[in-house]
């Protein structure tokens, strides 16, 4: 399995999961994902941007020449009253069903760590939907930890 940094290129194969994403993502909780249609044609400007961004992590996991996994995150300026400058912040990473439980996520939050830290980033953060229990063991596993809840009410 290939982990290498995503090129524009790669948008177009990166989309349909992305669909996939965020469509697991709505049926999890819609007041808090509820999508415009098709929110993977929205994604496509800011990815190809992201691919380009020196300041961005965007990464791919390939297997005979298909994509197979993604994860796009990057540096976030942190509001001017807290020591802490800015801070990375992983947006989405997703694998196909099929290639999970081989170790890919975990290659490539791993690989996704590194280059922030060359980028000498001393933090970097996400959020995962309270029902994927699988995210928060992997991210968990990686050195992440909880540092804040976020709570919702309709009204």
């Known amino acids: 399995m290939l982990i290498r ?3 524009p290129d790669d948008v177009p194969a990166v989309l349909p999961m992305v669909a996939k994403i965020c469509a697991l993502h709505e049926s999890w909780d819609n007041a808090k994902y509820g999508f415009l249609p098709h929110p993977e044609q929205r994604y496509e400007k800011w990815l ?3 691919a380009q961004n020196e300041r961005s992590v965007f990464l791919v996991a390939e297997d ?3 994509l197979v996994a993604f994860l796009i995150s990057a540096v ?3 509001i001017p009253i807290y020591c802490l400058r ?3 912040f992983i947006y989405d990473l997703w ?3 099929e290639y999970r439980q081989k170790g890919i996520a975990r ?3 791993m690989l996704c760590v590194e ?3 060359q980028m000498g980033i001393k933090q970097i953060r996400l959020d995962t939907a309270v029902v994927n229990e699988n995210a928060r063991k992997l991210f968990a596993s990686c050195g992440f930890r909880f540092s804040n809840i976020e709570m919702l009410r309709e009204i």
């Open 48 to 50: 190809t941007r992201m």
């Open 76 to 78: 976030e300026q942190e």
């Open 107 to 109: 290659q490539i939050v």
């Open 86 to 88: 800015e801070y990375a």
């Open 64 to 66: 005979d020449r298909q």
């Open 115 to 117: 280059r922030f830290e």
């Open 95 to 97: 694998v196909e069903p």
């Open 5 to 7: 940094s995503a090129t």
